[in-house]
């Protein structure tokens, strides 16, 4: 939904801008001034969220000594027992494809877009077909005799006028303001507002610069018109000359616009030159829009010493049907236990069921099934798991972030392996580190990465591709980091551990809470 969230931010400086220019400068005599801050502003509010700029912070962070070891951890026995017979499941799987927002909302808001440049470009084309029946020309001026539809009105130097309506010398007055309209290009201000409409149509804002735009041009007309004609001769001829306003928005109309806010804007005093400096003010507003959707912050750092003591728990394996289960060797290890089941029960083939997912993939060669948010059944057992690998040749389901009920008792671990074969199943849990602070947190953090970005409040910071944090004698690195500042937690993905420099431990993911000092490793390799 990028393009959404640009148009969104768009939306919002326009807001911004026109709310300025409604309290600062709308009373202000400097039309040229205004009508340059306007089209400005707009333009600005295109290019802001485009921008991207990076600026270097620190932000506080601990410094971690990692004093214990860990222990060493050897595999039980690896002697098979051969009980069941690998199956082949066979699923139907319906797949049930949900709609793409992302893809309906931008073609919905294209074909509204494309649908109003070709009523406008239908508009400028109707336009253009009147201006080649001119009759004559008046001081540059290319003068069209018109009684029905738009009259006494301009668009660039075209002047549609109804003469029959009007004596002479109101007509040389007309035709001065028109002038001004045609001398100031006015009319291409009226085309850059008609696309800004139809790009942003959902804004209402963008009508209200439509309006405050077309306001200053004819105040600028009617100012330099009115200094040879005197203010109260051109006053009562705008009285006279007021009419219904025209659905062409193309033109300049005689007396389209509010007719007491154009007398009343003629009597209205100058304003002073000293108060053109006002319009610095619109800077802050614009280096804040840029700060705010333009800027992203890379955070630096500080270290302290941390003393960490380490308490490893250690993969767990139970049966997977205990019921079933006669006999049993328990071999004793520090990361696994085997169950061997009892032989009455090697006829009964253990089918998995898999009753939902998220999300499921295939390697339809070497018979792998791949699913996200799974949800299967195991001989009567329910497992759940955020992502799941169903290996139909060797018969074995590794699942990741699982929790798995039997008995009414729930076993939850990072990981979990299930041999249906042998009917057993091996649980791993993450390994828990426990710190012991023996000085003050000050949290500051030494890390560098091949790309950062922050989110909108900047208290996040995300590093991808080779990522690496560093607290003073420990190492994190991973291909991502996260660090969050509110909280003071750090999570890595395909990471690597380093405790004083020595050899390091690997993990498919490690979070480090600094609140409550302890840091677990999942799926962790303590081998090396």
Known sequence: MEWLMYLLKVSACTVLFFAFYLLIFRKLTFFKFNRFYL?????????????????????IVTETNILTNVPKIRPGSNQAFQLIRPMVVEHQLQNRPEPDWDKLGFYIYGGITSMLFLVCSWRLFDLLKHTRHYVKTSDGLKLITKTEGFTNCSFFNYVFIDEKKMSNSELQVLLAHEKVHAQQYHSVDKILLMIFKAMLWFNPIVYLFDKALEQTHEYEADEITSINIGNQYYASLLLRLAVSKSDMPLIHHFVKSPIKDRIKMLFNPKSKNMKKLMYLLALPVAFGLVWLFAVEVVYAQKKSNVQIELKA???????????????????????????KADPSNQAKALVPKILSF???TGDIKNKISYMQGAIMEIGGDILKAQDVEFNQINNTITAKGASFETNGKIETGDKMIFDLNKNTHVTFKPIELEIKNKMELDPKVNYRADSVKFNKNKTMVYMFGNAEMSYSQTTLSGTNIVYDALTQSVKANDAEIFLNHKKGIKADSIFYDLKTSKVKLFGANLDR
Not at 39 to 59: M, T
Not at 314 to 333: F, H, L
């Open 39 to 59: 089209l400005g502003s707009l333009f600005l509010s295109f290019v802001i969220p485009d921008l991207q700029f990076e600026i270097k912070r620190e932000i």
């Open 313 to 339: 728990m250690y993969p767990q394996v139970s049966d997977v049907r205990k019921e079933r289960t006669k006999k049993a060797i328990k071999k004793s290890t520090k990361n696994k236990m085997l169950i």
């Open 358 to 360: 998220q999300k499921i």
